[in-house]
């Protein structure tokens, strides 16, 4: 018993020395949505993003400007306050950071290597959606108008882990991760729940051209996907989250980008509850017809899914069938296994 003391304590005294032996870089806020303190955080990155730590107090941050930062490397970020969004929508239509697919546009790039992001329960992004739920209304694409950003994109994020984050009322799509793997992201709190107007296409994350890409104890209350494993995503797992309101799990869009091949394999999801959602999973596909132009045309492409688990998924109250497919055309959907599908309510699919 004593031995064990003695290594615990080891262990603990050999955390808090590599911490203390870190460049820490403290973002000092401006106080006020005059101040745009994305400059500030973009500073605090640069001077302690290659093996350092950043740390951002429990006081509101005013982001009025794109944020990319994708040099880190060995860092570890501490959020403890609240990165909240301008409503300034002519700006983020025009400057708005390009994802690199369906045309889509984001507001924040966060990627490199080691990264370990922790919002301790309390960080939170929150994205001022309310004026772009109320806005989109009054477009007549009320959908993936061009400009309208993502929350947060994770491009070229590796060996990282992304827990203990909070996201309200998001922009549009809540999180996009591409060019991303072996990433884990625990603890996610989302609710992009409009106070005014209901929110729309507001998923809660979207994996793109990544692998690896674990999601562990999710909520997500949304208008849309509530998680969406896009192109050439491999080795996904959704395990032991609940889902409110949105549609559910979507494989797919695949054959939206004409003459290009994609796959999507070995989908793991377990554990999973869903309340008041379309669907508890659902395939989204294109014909080999193409019809404009991403991001809400498309089609012409090719690809295939398989090797895809679901076990333990509960419905309450869903609203459509609890398994679909949606624009059936270019693949066949080779449903690898499906158990312990517990559909109280849901109606036959």
């Known amino acids: 018993m004593l031995r064990q003391t003695v290594i615990t304590a080891l262990v603990v005294l050999q955390t808090a020395a590599s911490v203390q032996s870190r460049k820490t870089c403290t973002v000092v806020a401006g106080g006020s949505n005059e101040t745009d303190d994305a400059p500030a955080i973009i500073n605090a990155f640069k001077d302690c993003g290659h093996g350092g730590r950043v740390v951002f107090q429990p006081t509101t941050y005013y982001v009025n400007s794109v944020m990319n930062i994708t040099w880190l490397d060995d860092v570890k970020i501490d959020l403890y306050g609240k990165l909240l969004w301008s409503n300034d929508i002519p700006y983020w239509l025009n400057n708005s950071l390009d994802v690199g697919y369906q045309n889509q546009s984001t507001a924040f790039i966060l990627g490199g290597d080691k ?62 991760i591409i060019y991303s793997h072996y990433v884990e992201l625990n603890d996610i709190f989302i609710n992009n729940t409009g106070n005014t107007v209901s929110s729309s296409n507001t998923d809660g994350a979207d994996t793109i051209r990544s692998s690896h890409i674990k ?33 559910g799990i979507a494989l797919g869009s695949i054959g939206q ?34 019809n404009g132009y991403p991001p809400n045309g498309g089609g012409g492409g090719l690809g295939y899914a398989a090797d895809l688990e679901l076990t333990n998924l509960e419905t309450t109250s869903i609203r459509g069938a609890a398994l679909a497919s949606e624009s059936p055309g270019v693949f066949q959907f080779p449903l690898g296994q499906v ?4 559909t109280p309510d849901a109606p036959e699919t």
């Not at 772009?132 to 477009?139: D, K, L, S």
């Not at 400009?147 to 809540?174: C, D, K, Y």
């Not at 998680?227 to 889902?243: G, M, Q, R, V």
């Not at 158990?339 to 517990?342: A, G, K, T």
């Open 115 to 176: 990264v370990h992001l922790n919002g301790h329960g309390n960080g939170t992004l929150d994205g001022n959606g309310d004026f772009w739920y109320a806005w989109i209304r009054q477009q007549p694409n009320t959908s993936n108008y061009p400009g309208r950003p993502h929350a947060i994109t994770f491009n070229g994020l590796r060996n990282s882990v992304v827990e203990g984050l909070n996201f309200l009322r998001s922009q549009m799509w809540t999180m996009s």
């Open 215 to 247: 999601f562990d104890n999710w909520t997500v209350y949304n208008g849309d996907d509530s998680i969406s494993i896009k192109a050439n995503s491999t080795d996904i797992s959704i395990t032991n989250s609940k889902f409110f309101n949105g549609l």
């Open 257 to 290: 980008l004409n003459d290009q091949y994609e796959t999507i394999e070995r989908v793991r999801v377990d554990n999973v509850q869903f309340h008041n959602t379309l669907h508890a999973f659902y395939v989204k596909t294109w014909t080999d017809d193409q």
């Open 339 to 342: 158990s312990d599908l517990i």
